[in-house]
């Protein structure tokens, strides 16, 4: 918990003191988060939709800045190296460590992003269609015989049963798999600085980074398919109808 407090307010230290009053000509500081702001938009852009890009953007840049400083917050100092004495157990335990390294923060962030996408599918294509693209019939009546098109009505709501349970194991998935490469990661780096100290911990100091930086990029664009399985399917029935209406 501290560490992610100590995270969450260095970002906003350092964003807030990066950008101040954002000018016409960027300071570099500015250039970077600026960098950063639209490299997000432009990747998730074409996952989630146009409709959707930039109502689900503060989210998504909040996701991937925030796991990614805390997934490498395992490689400053003092943290994971600061030990206290447990008083229920009298063994010695860590006073410091990696937030995503613990589980219930990882859990957190798969609620808050899983809520995040039940708002946004709910506003942005609406409980209807929501229903119909888990539930509803996919085939075109056009060109399937009615002898099997009204018979898939009941295969197709057996599929979105399933796919219902899908839904709910999302937030599960998200964060062990968050959880675990980071735990995995810090003993990693535990059992290597135990042999010894200063060489042989180095290449796993950049295989961290890269780890850090995958699993923050892996879990925001999880997110980003969530969202745009149902709200992109909403930009293209829009432009169907503007088609049709024109």
């Known amino acids: ?41 432009d990747l998730t852009t074409p ?30 100092p003092g943290v994971g190296t600061i ?18 390294a613990d589980l219930n923060a990882t859990l957190a962030l798969a609620l808050v992003a899983i809520a995040g996408w039940f708002y946004f599918i709910m506003r942005y294509a609406g409980p209807v269609f929501v229903l ?5 019939n996919k085939a075109d009546k056009k060109e399937v015989p009615a002898v099997l098109y009204y018979p898939l009505f009941a295969i197709f709501f ?13 937030p599960i998935s998200l964060s062990l798999r968050l959880f675990g490469n980071i735990f995995g990661g810090e003993s990693l780096m535990h059992a290597m600085s135990g042999m010894q100290k200063w060489g042989l911990p ?7 980074l890269l780890i850090g930086f995958v ?17 992109n399917h909403g930009d293209e029935h829009d432009e169907a109808h503007e088609e049709a209406a024109h």
Not at 7 to 26: E, W
Not at 83 to 100: A, Q
Not at 203 to 208: A, I, K, V
């Open 158 to 170: 057996l599929v979105g049963i399933i796919e219902v349970i899908s839904i709910l194991f999302r």
């Open 202 to 208: 180095a290449p796993f100091y950049l295989l961290e």
């Open 1 to 41: 918990m501290v560490t992610s407090w100590v995270v969450a307010l260095a970002l906003i230290i350092v964003i807030r003191f990066a950008v101040r009053r954002p000018k016409l000509i960027p300071t570099r500081a500015q250039a970077v988060v600026e960098s950063l702001v639209q490299g997000i938009l």
């Open 83 to 100: 030990y206290m004495v447990d008083h229920k157990t009298g063994d010695w335990m860590e006073l410091v460590r990696p937030g995503n």
């Open 132 to 136: 119909k693209d888990i539930f509803g």
């Open 215 to 231: 699993q923050a990029f892996v879990f925001t664009l999880l997110v980003s398919v969530y969202i745009g399985l149902i709200c």
């Open 47 to 76: 996952i989630v939709g146009s409709k959707v890009a930039k109502p689900t953007f503060p989210l998504l840049v909040g996701l991937f800045t925030f796991i990614l400083i805390q997934n490498w917050s395992g490689l400053f």
